[in-house]
């Protein structure tokens, strides 16, 4: 069973940064397909960033492009999201997807989460 477990959420005052993780188990990552999503309380999750086996495909939504970087180390098993320039409509629980059979974009998360982590960025 593949297991997500994302790290590195706290608390920032607007303009600064915070690096996500997302280290997983279960199985390799080298063929799986994996991306970020956020959710604020009362709303719909929201997509974010996805990234393709090799890196060559990614995709950011508008709201976070130029200011989150989102990057996959395949030998730790590891997924990350850097956040840049932070500011508070960046507040939301962030989490980890995957999915072995298909690419994650806008509307088409994958079947993998995990149990989020928490940023809150601060004026």
């Known amino acids: 069973q593949v297991q997500l477990v994302e790290s590195g959420g706290g608390s920032v005052q607007a303009g600064g940064s915070l690096r996500l993780s997302c280290a997983v188990s279960?199985?390799?990552?080298?063929?799986?397909?994996m991306g970020w999503f956020r959710q604020v309380p009362g709303k719909e999750r929201e997509f974010v960033a996805s990234?393709?086996?090799?890196?060559?495909?990614?995709y950011y939504s508008d709201s976070v492009k130029g200011r989150f970087t989102v990057s996959r180390d395949n030998a730790k098993n590891t997924l990350f999201l850097q956040m840049n320039s932070l500011n508070p409509e960046d507040t939301a629980m962030y989490y980890c997807?995957?999915?072995?059979?298909?690419?994650?974009?806008?509307?088409?998360?994958?079947?993998?989460w995990g149990q989020g982590t928490q940023v809150t960025v601060s004026s």
């Open positions: 997807n995957g999915d072995s059979w298909r690419f994650i974009r806008d509307g088409k998360a994958g079947s993998d």
């Open positions: 279960g199985r390799a990552i080298a063929t799986y397909y």
């Open positions: 990234i393709g086996w090799s890196s060559i495909l990614i």
